[in-house]
């Protein structure tokens, strides 16, 4: 069974906003970390924001602003709010929750930002 699950992507005009959610299996304990990556065509994954156990986030710069991470550890979930979407966005966009053994990656969720 899918261990991380995103949710959230669809079509979104350019200025807007779209909120991305990832739920991990229940079964996945002790996670310790829970961020989001995102790969467009012909592009390397790249991290887009993170939230350790000292619940410090960090982002990547191109997204510094724009979006935010948050984390509810007791759903063990996390969410990115997005705003002021750009056409670059435009990505398939991964949830990743690592616990002190494993990292597990969700299957992805599409974002595409028009004009």
């Known amino acids: 069974q899918a261990q991380v699950v995103e949710s959230g992507g669809g079509l979104v005009q350019a200025g807007g906003s779209l909120r991305l959610s990832c739920l991990a299996s229940?079964?996945?304990?002790?996670?310790?970390?829970m961020g989001w990556f995102r790969q467009a065509p012909g592009k390397q994954r790249e991290l887009v924001a993170g939230?350790?156990?000292?619940?410090?986030?960090v982002y990547a710069d191109s997204v510094t602003g724009r979006f935010t991470i948050s984390r509810d550890d007791a759903k063990n979930a996390v969410y990115l709010q997005m705003n002021s979407l750009k056409l670059e966005d435009t990505a398939v966009y991964y949830c990743?929750?690592?616990?002190?053994?494993?990292?597990?990656w969700g299957r992805g969720t599409q974002v595409t930002v028009s004009s």
């Open positions: 939230k350790s156990s000292d619940d410090n986030a």
């Open positions: 229940r079964s996945l304990s002790s996670i310790n970390y």
């Open positions: 990743y929750a690592k616990s002190r053994s494993v990292g597990y």
